[in-house]
């Protein structure tokens, strides 16, 4: 079956940097368009980051574009969110998902039900 695994979550202060991982299996990674979101406790879950399927596209929350990178390596079936000068804000577990779309990202990777597969997520703490 599916699964997606996240992980390189932890507590960093602010202005830090983390890069979290996200290994998939059971499908064809270089088929998928690959997203980060992030829930924090009492919010809704939000978009952060997507990667179409060979990486040539990328599409970005506007609260964390310019911090954050998004990429992806195709022979590791692996997705990375690198996360510079983090805020408090920040603060979440961030969640890898996979949607079989092999289109450029745009507006449309931010939605959640545009995922067919989602990771059990990895916490990100950043301390003031």
């Known amino acids: 079956q599916v699964q997606l695994v996240e992980s390189g979550g932890g507590l960093v202060q602010a202005g830090g940097s983390l890069r979290v991982s996200c290994v998939a299996s059971g499908l064809t990674f270089s088929s998928y368009t690959m997203g980060w979101f992030r829930q924090a406790p009492g919010k809704e879950r939000e978009f952060v980051a997507a990667?179409?399927?060979?990486?040539?596209?990328?599409y970005y929350a506007d609260s964390v574009k310019d911090r954050f990178t998004i990429s992806r390596d195709n022979a590791k079936n692996t997705v990375y969110l690198q996360m510079n000068s983090l805020k408090p804000e920040d603060t979440a577990a961030y969640y890898c998902?996979?949607?079989?779309?092999?289109?450029?990202?745009?507006?449309?990777?931010?939605?959640?039900?545009?995922?067919?597969?989602w990771g059990q997520g990895t916490q990100v703490t950043v301390s003031s």
């Open positions: 990667i179409s399927w060979s990486g040539d596209s990328t």
């Open positions: 998902a996979a949607a079989g779309r092999r289109l450029r990202v745009g507006y449309w990777a931010t939605a959640r039900y545009m995922y067919d597969y």
